[in-house]
């Protein structure tokens, strides 16, 4: 196991400071990386920072950082896509990945050489994708009771918009009971 970096060994506040300053466009890594030792030598901290381990710690937040916005803009996308009410459509397509993840480790798996050696993991990693296929019909079964239950909240608060007005516009109650029940489909 690889030993912890002096960053990783900073303390909560410290390692804030560090974030802030390298966010900070008009601080270099240099400026950062002297300013915080500064700060580490006069808390009595005996380590100190390399140039090197602000820079490696440096890219890969911004590589996290790009990834999470990258991820951000194709949930916008997609949302944007699939309308107000999503939820249905977002669990079909998140369900959609899953399946086609699930089918390319189960064709890996295929591959794989059978011997003494592997074979737990091998049945290790098929629990792991049977259980995974089933929770996925499940969510998927869910998903389709809950976009029926969307549809049907919808399609009743029509029919009580239209009753409203079909009294408002003065129709006895069977008048405005009758185009309710149009609205419904149940006339």
């Known amino acids: 196991m690889a030993k912890p970096s002096t960053i990783d060994k900073l303390p909560g506040d410290i390692l804030e ?15 950062a990386t002297a300013r915080i030792n500064e700060i580490l030598e006069a808390e009595g901290h005996e380590d100190r920072l390399s140039k090197s381990s602000v ?6 937040m911004r590589k996290a950082g790009e990834k999470l916005q990258q991820s951000r803009e194709v949930a916008k996308m997609w949302i944007g896509k699939l309308g107000a009410a999503p939820q249905g459509q977002v669990g079909n397509l998140v369900n959609e990945v899953l399946r ?3 089918f ?13 050696d592997t074979v737990p993991d091998v049945i290790s990693n098929l629990k792991a994708l049977s259980l995974a296929a089933q929770r996925l019909e499940a969510s998927a079964t869910l998903n ?3 976009e029926a239950e ?24 069977d008048q405005a009971d009758f185009w309710r029940r149009k609205v419904l489909g149940v006339a």
């Open 55 to 60: 820079n490696r710690y440096d890219l890969s």
């Open 17 to 31: 400071q560090l974030q802030e300053l390298l966010r900070d466009p008009r601080v270099t890594q240099l400026e």
């Open 100 to 102: 086609t993840l699930a």
């Open 104 to 116: 390319e480790l189960s064709l890996k798996l295929q591959d794989a050489e059978l011997n003494e």
């Open 144 to 146: 389709v009771k809950r």
């Open 150 to 173: 969307i549809r049907k909240q919808a399609l009743e608060k029509a029919a009580e918009a239209v009753e409203d007005e079909a009294r408002a516009q003065g129709m006895d109650a």
